[in-house]
C-alpha cells in the first residue's frame, strides 16, 4: 500500500499529537492525517499556562503549536471539540463520541496526555475550586489570582509540586496570599529529595509564601457556594477565597484499557505500555507524551514522563515510527522551571532512595549552581539553577554511565566537558 491510501489517526490535541502530524508531513507522508482533539482550541504547549501566560507577560496567541492555517495548508485534517469513545482493534477505526461516526486508521497514535486528580474531600464543588491542565484552566486562574491580588485574597495550592510551585510564585507576583499544604516535609520531595527540595521552600517563604509541611487538606470550608477557609487533617483552619488542586496528574488510558491494551501498573506510574519504537501491545497502535510508558535503557526502569521535552520529541519519534523508519526513544528525561528569579533545568531521573550524594558544583546560597544526584559515581540526575548552557554536558555525563571524581564534578574550575569520556 502507497502512503496516499493510508490514513493515520492521531487522538489527542496537545504538543505531541501537534508534532507528530508536523513530523509526518515532513517526513513526506502523503496519505491522510487526521487529528482529533477534545478542546475547541487548537493544539497548544502547556508549559505558559503555569508561567508566563498565567502571568500577563505571553499572549494567548503564543501558546499555540502552530498558526490555525497551517492545518489546512499541511492538509491536516482537525477536529476540534470533538471526542473518541471507542477503538475498533479488529476493524481498525475509532468511534467518535457525537455521532458515533467510525473513522478508519492504518495507524493510530494515542497521544491523549492527563489530567489533573481530584481532591476527595468535601467542598470541592465550590465555586473557588480550580485545576490547571487546559488554556480554559489557566484563563479562569489568570483573572482569578489578578482578583486575589486586588483584594488582598488568599489562595491555598494542595500540593508542591511543579504546578503548585509555578502557580504559588504567579500568585505572589499578583499580590495575593498564599498557603500551600503538602504531605511530604519538603516541596517537590519525589523529585528533588529533601535536600533541594529545601531550596525551594526557602526560596517561596523568602517570597511570603506559608507551607503547611506533612499536613493534607479533609475539607474545604464555603458558604452559599464561596470559599472561605479550608481545614486540614491536623484540625487547624486556614483562610481562603480560593483553592488550587496541583496533587499531580493521572495518564487518560481510559480508550486504551476498554481496547485491551497494555497497560503499566501503578507503580511504574500506569500509562499505556510501549516499547522502543513506542508500539503499544497492538503493533498498529503507538502511543507518545504523559500517556505513554516506556522502559529507559539508561534508567533500568519503566518510566512516564510528564513534561514538555518529552511531548515534543515523543510526537515526532512515534510519528517516524509509524511510518516505519528505524526508532528507538531514549531521550534524557528533561524539565525547566521558572519562579521569580529562579530559572532551573533538569535532566535525569533520581528519586529518593536511587542515589548516594547530592553533589553542588557553585553557590547554593547565591542560588547560582549545578547539583548532580551521583550513585556509586555515577551521574544520574542533573539540576542547573540560574546557571545555562550546561544541559548537553549534564545529559552527557548521565549517559556515559561511567564513574566520575565528585571533587572534580564539585569544582567549577573543572570544565564539565572534561569529565566525560
Sequence with gaps: MVDADQT????GGGLAGAKAAETLRAEGFTGRVILICDERDHPYERPPLSKGYLLGKEERDSVFVHEPAWYARHDVELHLGQTVDAIDRKAKAVRLGDDGTLVRYDKLLLA???EPRRLDIPGTDLAGVHHLRRLAHAERLKGVLA???????????????????????????????????????????????????????ELHRGHGVRFQFGRTLTEIVGQDGMVLAVRTDDGEEHPA???????GAAPRTALAEAAGLEIADRAHGGGIVVDERLRTSDPDIHAAGDVASFHHPLFGTRLRVEHWANALNGGPAAARAMLGR???????????SDQYDLGMEYSGWAPPGSYDEVVIRGDAGKREFIAFWVKEGRVLAGMNVNVWDVTEPVQRLIRARTQVNTEALADPHVPLESLVP
Design 241 to 247: 477565597h480560593d483553592v488550587l488542586a496541583a496533587i
Design 8 to 11: 493515520f489517526v492521531i487522538i
Design 147 to 201: 482578583a486575589l491580588g486586588r483584594d488582598n485574597g488568599h489562595l491555598v495550592i494542595a500540593g508542591a509540586g511543579w504546578i503548585g510551585l509555578e502557580v504559588a510564585a504567579a500568585a505572589r507576583e499578583y499580590g495575593a496570599e498564599v498557603t500551600v499544604v503538602e504531605p511530604a516535609q519538603t516541596p517537590l520531595h519525589g523529585v528533588l529529595g529533601p535536600e533541594l527540595g529545601n531550596l525551594f521552600a
Design 112 to 114: 491523549t496526555g492527563a
Design 326 to 336: 528505524d526508532v528507538v526513544y531514549d531521550r534524557v528525561p528533561y524539565f525547566f
